[in-house]
């Protein structure tokens, strides 16, 4: 979408900035990925980071990074979590402190204001169910939907011609452990590499943060990681891809609508 636009838009805008919001549990595939995309078509990506405003009534605002310092610890992550709690289904406010926002912020810091721009997110032509029903209102457009219908199978021809794509398996997703991933998923990349979840268990001791009385957890059926370990030394189907039929069970219930983060979608 983004090559496209580029390529396509400047009739349209008379600017066009490219950002990318670093939560700092990106696979390292997604980094290399949007750094590829970067120097292979020009995009002169922005990278960002949200910053975190502790003891104030104040939204997560940007800074500034790039591909080689970007976080890969999880930094920008934690600072969230320490003062919004662990996200879930009933919190899934990551997406807004760590991406809306610090884009936000960015915009504004280039002077950019609300309702003198539009924000185009990559949806396709056969995804329309996850199109924002109110996009209209917050100047959202999707060019691979109203532009230049486009289908999964005419992106995957697209990925065929370059000298490079994005190296993830489709369940494994951009975010390393998203907590709106099925159980199946879950088991699936704990069998696979259980170090992806290090960072969640650790996140784990601030599991009293937040507004609740109870102990907030992040997956779906109040489960902690050592629950997800659990079951994943136990026999289970693993998942391999969206058109493979699987057993009837509650391994494929999602922890959310969607299991995307599209921005001002929260």
């Known amino acids: 979408m983004t090559q ?3 390529q396509h838009c400047r009739d349209r805008y008379d600017e066009i900035n490219v950002t990318f919001a ?3 549990q990106e696979r390292e595939e997604t980094l290399e990925f949007v750094d590829q995309c970067d120097k292979h078509f020009g995009f002169g990506v922005v990278w960002l980071e949200g910053v975190v405003h ?18 890969r610890d999880g930094k920008p992550f ?5 003062k919004y709690g662990i996200p879930n289904r009933a919190f899934p406010q990551c997406t807004r402190e760590l991406k809306t926002n610090p884009m936000k912020s960015y915009r504004d810091s280039i002077g950019w204001t609300a309702g003198t721009f539009h924000t185009a997110i990559g949806i396709r032509a056969d ?18 939907v109203s532009w230049c219908p486009m289908t999964k199978p005419d992106i ?3 990925w065929a011609k370059q000298p490079f794509r994005l190296k993830l398996k489709g369940y494994e997703g951009n975010c390393a452990w998203c907590w709106k991933k ?3 998923k879950h088991l699936t990349l704990m069998a696979e590499r259980p170090q992806t979840y290090d960072f969640p268990e650790r996140m784990e001791q601030y599991s009293h943060v937040g507004p609740q009385e109870c102990e907030r957890v992040f997956f779906l059926g109040n489960r902690r990681v050592a629950d997800i370990k659990k079951l994943a030394a136990q026999p ?8 493979q039929v699987y057993p009837e069970d509650d391994l494929d219930r999602s922890g959310g609508c969607s299991e995307s983060c599209e921005i001002d979608h929260d």
């Open 4 to 6: 496209w636009a580029l």
């Open 127 to 144: 995804e329309i169910d996850r199109m924002n029903e109110n996009a209209g209102k917050l100047g959202i457009v999707y060019p691979l």
């Open 22 to 24: 670093n939560t700092g």
């Open 156 to 158: 995957n021809a697209f």
């Open 78 to 82: 934690e600072e969230y979590i320490k």
């Open 182 to 184: 099925t159980l199946r």
């Open 236 to 243: 289970f189907v693993p998942f391999h891809d969206d058109a």
């Open 54 to 71: 502790h003891g104030e009534r104040k939204g997560s605002t940007h800074k500034v990074v790039d591909y080689a310092t970007a976080s």
